[in-house]
């Protein structure tokens, strides 16, 4: 079946530096990848997407691109911000019927000032 | 705009109550779920409305009950729940295989 692995958190990192928060997939199908945001007490939020091979998505300085060659969607940033403190979820779904999502595990990302 | 709201934001009951977590969404969407949240974890999904029909139950048990009204609206009774089903309640909506769109959540205490 579908599976998502994520890099072990929690990643703790200053303020102003590079983010990179792995993530590697397995799929019998050709999916499209998601990263999701959760702030603390708060729901999910779609953070970026790509929907097939080479694609990039971004959103507020994050990016990932879809690399079917090594199964992966890495996210990265730049320069991190405090308010960037947050679970991050890695997700791909199957393009083919419901569009239900296999998550990977979440990584919390702590930045300090 | 993608906007799914959830109502109540938080809701603690015994577990001789029924209660109903509600669940909106106005982006003309015709897949909605239910996913259920716990702490450190990713969310797991447990029913999924599709044109208004449930399309997958994940083997929940049935003291959680969904209902859809119509298009636009998701409900989930909720009756003799246990204190290990506390957790937070996630509703979202898609166009039908497509990308999935979450609610704030609803978190529920069972005491």
């Known amino acids: 079946g579908d599976s998502v692995t994520q890099m072990e958190g929690p990643v703790t990192l200053s303020e102003e530096a590079f983010l990179t928060i792995n993530c590697t997939y397995t799929?019998?199908?050709?999916?499209?990848l998601f990263w999701y945001v959760q702030y603390p007490g708060e729901g999910l939020q779609l953070l970026l997407k790509a929907t097939k091979a080479d694609d990039k998505g971004s959103n507020k300085g994050f990016e990932a691109t879809y690399r079917k060659e090594t199964t992966s969607f890495h996210l990265e940033k730049g320069s991190v911000q405090v308010s960037d403190s947050a679970v991050y979820f890695c997700?791909?779904?199957?393009?083919?019927?419901?569009?239900?999502?296999?998550f990977g595990k979440g990584t919390m990302l702590l930045v300090s000032p | 705009d993608t906007e799914v709201t959830q109502t109540p934001k938080h809701l603690v009951m015994g577990m001789t109550n029924k209660k109903s977590l509600k669940c909106e969404q106005h982006?003309?969407?015709?897949?909605m779920y239910w996913y259920k949240q716990k702490a450190k974890k990713p969310p797991e999904l447990m029913f999924v409305y599709s044109y208004e029909k449930l399309s997958i139950n994940e083997s929940v048990p049935s003291r959680f009950s969904p209902e859809c009204p119509n298009s636009s609206l998701l409900n989930l009774h909720l009756h003799a729940l246990q204190p290990e089903d506390s957790a937070l309640y996630l509703c979202?909506?898609?166009?039908?295989?497509?990308?999935?769109?979450f609610g704030e959540g609803s978190w529920l205490t069972v005491v």
């Open positions: 997700a791909l779904s199957e393009n083919s019927g419901y569009s239900t999502l296999t």
């Open positions: 982006m003309g969407h015709r897949a």
């Open positions: 799929a019998t199908g050709y999916p499209s």
């Open positions: 979202a909506s898609s166009q039908v295989a497509n990308t999935i769109y």
